[in-house]
């Protein structure tokens, strides 16, 4: 026979604790990894509703997660050919694809709505989002952030979306479709991994630069991030640019070659050379002969070298560089610079750091 003293716990309930109390407790969990976030939103409704926002406020999207991410807006996930034939149909303003939403808006869209920051991890992903875009037209606009994985950025860049004069892919409209109907604030460009040699490019430079140029151009974000760049260092086009090279390659300092201000073996050697083609002799000059060589004579549309950002405006920043943050930087640039003279005044706008952000 138990003791008839046993006290009787109720189980604990948020509701009881006092309202100022329980958003305490919710602004913890929402700000907990996504993983526990999406835990604590199937703990009951009440919890779902007020961690909505939380839930959906950063998006990391890919093949395998696509169609939960998406669970509710009726998407056919298209491949890019078959989406674009899709908008070519006859519907409300010429995009045929908002014929396919149902009439009701579904309440995941409410749900989107409170997306600021997109990871596109895969192509499928950036279909999917395609997809959305044209089916929900109110889903377009601006983003806070918007992460490219370095297989999607690879396919934007060799799909010939901004070079003309090569047959266009469907991976051409994806680009177009992204870069017509989101507007990024701060674009996220993770790089494929570096080739063996380094004098091999990853990309073929015209068509790296088109696109760019094309994203800055049309998206003026405020800040491209480039992340995990090794041997092959993109052009800058935006008014910020940050570059995270990868670590050092080795500790050894590469004195023989560029002298006692010189950084690591790699990176000093990489930066010197990525700052000259930025802002050296002819560096504008060999910026618009690339955009140029893939420029459709044809297309009025086509992008206008003079829209194109100079880097003479641009401020240029390389993370993951302990070598490079540990020197006189104002040496270092002095001696880059030293058969080399910029075209612009570059004081204060290139920084060097060790830490990654
Ligand atoms: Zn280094």
Redesign the pocket.
Known sequence: MPPASTPHHAPFRLLDLPPELQAEVLAHVSALPSANVNAAARTCQAWNARLTPALYAALEVDRTNRRAVFAGLGLDFLSAPELESRTTEAGPGGNGAAAYAPHQPPPKLGKLAHTTRISLRDVPAAQALAEALFTYPALSGALDELTFSASLFRYLVRSGMAAFGRPRSGAAFLGETLVARLRPKVLRIEYPPPQGTLAANIFDPVLLTRVLAVLVAEWAPARIDFIGVGTDLPPVLGAHTRVF?L???GRKRNERVWGENA??A???GLVRWHLRRLFGPGAREDLLEAIDEGADPTDDGDIQPDGVPSAADARVEYWN????AALDRDAFLDDTFKSWPPECDIEGRIDFFAEGA
Request: proline share 15%; net charge neutral.
């Open positions: 090279c670590p050092c390659a950084g690591c790699t990176h000093g560089v302990p070598c490079l």
